[in-house]
């Protein structure tokens, strides 16, 4: 069973909507005893908060009459209190100060995503003052529920291009720490809900330790004391779990939180997909868990001039749907399969229901001893599993219409040959000549279908090229790679994005792959060459290159599964022994200095802490967060470690004991990201 983070945010959200009632009030709120009608006002980010975990309809059961966008001009709705729902930005306290100055409503309860800083809340407060509404203020809370679950299992910050923010060369150092607390704040906001603190793992070096760092100083203040007590539970649940006795296993054990980095497997954010969820998001942009998809008479209206209809937009929440659900880690051509076998289903519920209904009219009523005849009761049954029937045709419409605008897609784009050819490369089997035949002018696929093609060969031959010995492989492969790079301008597209992935093998080649930020250079040019190197590339090409490493073993799985597989084991591995460890619980050591290693008994931390938990047993919670982007590919690839671990001799018992939640920055396509890494490589340029 995952995590509860997604169940806690709703329930955090609903007792808001029920201006923050005690469980018990909330109840009687919801099921109409004394309602309170009220207006929701939200910023833009919020609402991308709540719009995948409460529909419209159920706004209204909880007394929520009308939903507005804080940023929008709102008019003035007397005797109804209000209902705010904001991050605590500065522009956000400054039109709610305008909206007190204008008396918009009879009360506001304000409600903010994250911790309010204490500056604001006395501007808040001097407004109010200056606007007389300091009555009409009821209460002000923290939530703490500042990100997006877009399942059980899975949620995004919904921060646009952090990978931007943090490889830029030429950003300021503000920016990559205002990028860099966004990010802390989120995951404080998702360790918060959860109501218990992680021990904290990652790749040393980069924007990953970065965060970690700063993630577990803010974690340390709140288990001390210093906060609002958001850990209180779990505090207790420590106590009491050290008063056990010696060896025996806690009572409520804690997660693992582990931080990854983009570079850490750039590919993954690359490759084209080839089942089911991931191919919607990145062919379709699927965005908050729906998806706009043109039938084809709007295509062929376009086609001939026209404006075209209007899109048909789909939700697609595993809750209600259970074909998502049960099928969206399946291959394409599965889908459309399963999508003719519900198809067929359907038909022959509904021949059965006409057979009835044909027989019923024929008959007399009652048989020969009175009793109810047969198939007038039958008629009953198959009229009552209409309502059913037309669900289930609801479901197989959209998923129909889905499944033929994917379809459309991979015909016209050839997307999968491109996942053909990337997966052979990335399993160590790359043929060039099929590389070069889809990067040519005149194949298939769009201008970013072919940079991402040529991004993962490059990065495909650079981890090859390291396993080699001798001085030839280096000429080789930038010979191949000036190849790749005129195929793409011939074919019209925009090369920045390889330029900026060469360049970053190039300065790792020369930097000797030191990764450690912040330390000093040797002297001269070259010095300055490497310190730019770490501000521009933080882990290097190196990392990048691990991610594909780790595909060539034959088993193919994503390098964030493997690593995250590795950290829940607790056990020493090559591949994330140099890993860092914080533990925001552990006591502070005197001499300030932390080693890497496994958490065990006074393990060292990074931070110069020992770790408190016991033993090495192994992790059955975990959250794996990217920094820099995720995929649903990744998402996929992690909820497998959940449901069939245990196959793979992992950590924790069978399947299903364990729970996986993956997160990330934002979710992006691989073309958002192709676009992102032309970006920078445009300013690095």
């Known amino acids: 069973m995952p995590l509860p983070l997604r169940e806690r945010q709703r329930d955090a959200v609903v007792r808001m909507l029920n201006l923050n009632a005690p469980p018990s009030r909330a109840q009687g709120l919801d099921a109409g005893a004394g309602e309170v009608y009220k207006v929701l006002v939200m910023d833009r980010f919020c609402f991308e908060i709540v719009t995948p975990l409460i529909k419209v309809n159920e706004l209204r059961k909880h007394g929520v009459t009308l939903h507005l966008l804080l940023e929008n001009d709102r008019e003035r709705i007397a005797d109804v209190p209000a209902v705010y729902f904001c991050q605590p930005t500065p522009a956000n306290v400054a039109l709610i100060a305008n909206d007190f100055a204008r008396n918009l409503y009879d009360a506001y309860h304000l409600n903010f995503s994250s911790s309010l800083p204490r500056a604001s809340l006395e501007e808040l407060a001097a407004h109010s003052v200056k606007h007389r509404a300091a009555a009409k203020v009821a209460k002000v809370f923290d939530q703490y529920v500042n990100f997006v679950s877009l399942g059980p299992d899975v949620f995004s910050l919904a921060q646009r291009d952090a990978y931007v923010s943090l490889n830029d060369p030429t950003v300021s150092d503000e920016r990559v720490e205002g990028c860099v607390a966004e990010v802390v704040r989120g995951l404080f906001g998702a360790c918060a809900t959860l109501g218990r603190a992680p021990i904290i793992r990652c790749p040393r070096g980069g924007a990953a330790e970065m965060i970690a760092r700063e993630l577990e100083k803010l974690l340390r203040d709140h288990v001390a004391g210093k906060g609002s007590g958001l850990f209180a539970n779990d505090l207790m649940s420590s106590s009491s779990s050290s008063a056990a006795a010696g060896g025996a296993q806690p009572s409520q054990q804690r997660p693992l939180l582990c931080i990854f980095d983009r570079n850490f497997d750039v590919a993954a954010a690359l490759q084209h997909p080839w089942t089911y969820q991931p191919l919607v998001h990145d062919i379709l942009g699927m965005r908050l868990n729906r998806v706009d998809v043109a039938g084809d008479d709007d295509a062929l209206d376009k086609a001939v001039g026209g404006r075209g209809a209007s899109k048909k937009s789909y939700e697609l929440e595993e809750s209600a749907d259970p074909f998502w659900r049960n099928h969206g880690d399946a291959i394409f051509p599965r889908v459309a399969e399963e999508v003719e076998a519900e198809l067929t289903k359907y038909k022959k519920a509904m021949a059965d229901i006409n057979d009835k209904t044909s027989k019923a009219g024929t008959s007399s009523g009652t048989s020969a001893d009175g009793a109810p005849d047969t198939g007038t009761s039958s008629l009953v049954s198959a009229v009552a599993s209409l309502p059913?029937?037309?669900?289930?045709?609801?479901?197989?419409?959209?998923?129909?219409?889905?499944?033929?605008?994917?379809?459309?897609?991979?015909?016209?784009?050839?997307?999968?040959?491109?996942?053909?050819?990337?997966?052979?490369?990335?399993?160590?089997?790359?043929?060039?000549?099929?590389?070069?035949?889809?990067?040519?002018?005149?194949?298939?696929?769009?201008?970013?279908?072919?940079?991402?093609?040529?991004?993962?060969?490059?990065?495909?031959?650079?981890?090859?090229?390291?396993?080699?010995?001798?001085?030839?492989?280096?000429?080789?492969?930038?010979?191949?790679?000036?190849?790749?790079?005129?195929?793409?301008?011939?074919?019209?597209?925009?090369?920045?994005?390889?330029?900026?992935?060469?360049?970053?093998?190039?300065?790792?080649?020369?930097?000797?792959?030191?990764?450690?930020?912040?330390?000093?250079?040797?002297?001269?040019?070259?010095?300055?060459?490497?310190?730019?190197?770490?501000?521009?590339?933080?882990?290097?090409?190196?990392?990048?290159?691990?991610?594909?490493?780790?595909?060539?073993?034959?088993?193919?799985?994503?390098?964030?599964?493997?690593?995250?597989?590795?950290?829940?084991?607790?056990?020493?591995?090559?591949?994330?022994?140099?890993?860092?460890?914080?533990?925001?619980?552990?006591?502070?050591?005197?001499?300030?200095?932390?080693?890497?290693?496994?958490?065990?008994?006074?393990?060292?931390?990074?931070?110069?802490?020992?770790?408190?938990?016991?033993?090495?047993?192994?992790?059955?919670?975990?959250?794996?967060?990217?920094?820099?982007?995720?995929?649903?590919?990744?998402?996929?690839?992690?909820?497998?470690?959940?449901?069939?671990?245990?196959?793979?001799?992992?950590?924790?018992?069978?399947?299903?004991?364990?729970?996986?939640?993956?997160?990330?920055?934002?979710?992006?396509?691989?073309?958002?990201?192709?676009?992102?890494?032309?970006?920078?490589?445009?300013?690095?340029?």
């Open 388 to 685: 059913e029937l037309q669900e289930r045709k609801k479901m197989i419409d959209k998923h129909t219409n889905v499944a033929t605008a994917l379809l459309r897609e991979i015909k016209r784009r050839g997307i999968d040959e491109y996942h053909a050819v990337e997966e052979d490369l990335l399993c160590g089997k790359g043929d060039k000549a099929a590389v070069m035949s889809l990067l040519d002018a005149t194949g298939r696929g769009t201008a970013q279908d072919k940079v991402r093609l040529a991004i993962i060969a490059v990065i495909a031959e650079e981890s090859s090229r390291r396993g080699e010995k001798g001085g030839d492989a280096s000429s080789t492969s930038r010979a191949d790679q000036d190849a790749l790079e005129a195929a793409l301008v011939a074919s019209g597209a925009d090369a920045a994005a390889l330029a900026f992935v060469r360049r970053m093998a190039s300065l790792n080649a020369h930097g000797g792959g030191r990764e450690v930020p912040g330390g000093g250079g040797a002297g001269g040019e070259g010095g300055d060459l490497l310190e730019w190197a770490d501000k521009l590339y933080g882990q290097s090409i190196s990392q990048i290159a691990k991610g594909v490493k780790s595909l060539l073993s034959g088993e193919r799985r994503l390098a964030v599964a493997r690593a995250t597989e590795s950290l829940m084991a607790n056990q020493p591995s090559p591949e994330t022994e140099a890993f860092a460890v914080f533990d925001p619980k552990a006591p502070r050591r005197s001499d300030g200095e932390g080693v890497p290693g496994v958490t065990g008994p006074g393990a060292a931390t990074a931070d110069g802490g020992s770790s408190d938990r016991g033993g090495n047993a192994p992790f059955n919670e975990a959250v794996a967060f990217v920094v820099g982007g995720g995929t649903f590919a990744e998402f996929r690839a992690c909820r497998d470690l959940a449901n069939g671990g245990a196959d793979r001799g992992g950590a924790g018992g069978g399947a299903g004991t364990r729970s996986v939640v993956y997160g990330c920055t934002e979710f992006v396509t691989g073309a958002e990201f192709v676009e992102q890494l032309g970006a920078l490589g445009r300013k690095s340029a």
